[in-house]
């Protein structure tokens, strides 16, 4: 007997949600829709994390370069002024960095004990422009410096409420710091 001799009734009628359920074409494009936004999310969040560690670290790069032309005495026999030594410190930096918003602070100390190197907390004018007062205190044979160079970092907020901004300009609050007593120099 051949299966087409076979009488099996009448066929019963297939209702369209069972068709559906039984369909499995797509299942893997519906699965991603669920975890893409997550996803993206993270790697949003991990993109951003490796820029700022990288700008966080050629901020201390340039401070250590920018230090070591004070702690030699090259700063103080050059005459070098607040701008024309932020401009040797920006040289040190790459694109990430605008010269102009780079803040430097340059002060001399008694002692390594009473060394301040907090954070400073930055005022802002109506227009958004840091209102802080900034030293240059280049120092002489055996001052103790304290140099900290500020840099308010642009980030971008991403995904799931993930931010990076400690300012409330939006901005996060990148800062490197060097310590140092001046070597003797002719």
Excluded: H
Aim: proline share 4%.
């Amino acid at each position: 007997m051949r299966s087409e001799d076979i009488d099996e009734g009448p066929a019963k009628p297939r209702t369209r949600g069972a068709g559906l359920l039984a369909c499995r074409r797509g299942a893997a494009i519906v699965e991603f829709a669920f975890i893409a936004a997550p996803l993206f999310a993270i790697l949003i969040a991990i993109c951003q994390v490796g820029v700022v560690f990288l700008a966080q670290q050629e901020l201390e790069s340039a401070v250590e370069k920018s230090a070591r032309m004070l702690l030699t005495g090259a700063v103080q026999k050059g005459g070098l002024n607040q701008e024309q030594f932020t401009t040797k410190v920006c040289g040190g930096l790459t694109a990430l960095f605008t010269c102009t918003q780079l803040i430097v602070d340059l002060q001399t100390a008694s002692a390594f004990a009473s060394v301040d190197t907090s954070a400073p907390v930055l005022t802002y004018d109506s227009s958004g422009n840091v209102t802080n007062s900034w030293k240059f205190q280049t120092g002489g044979v055996g001052s103790v410096l304290v140099l900290r160079v500020i840099y308010q970092f642009p980030v971008v907020g991403g995904p799931l409420g993930f931010n990076l901004a400690n300012l409330p300009n939006g901005r996060r609050l990148l800062m490197a710091t060097a310590v140092f007593q001046v070597e003797p120099y002719s």
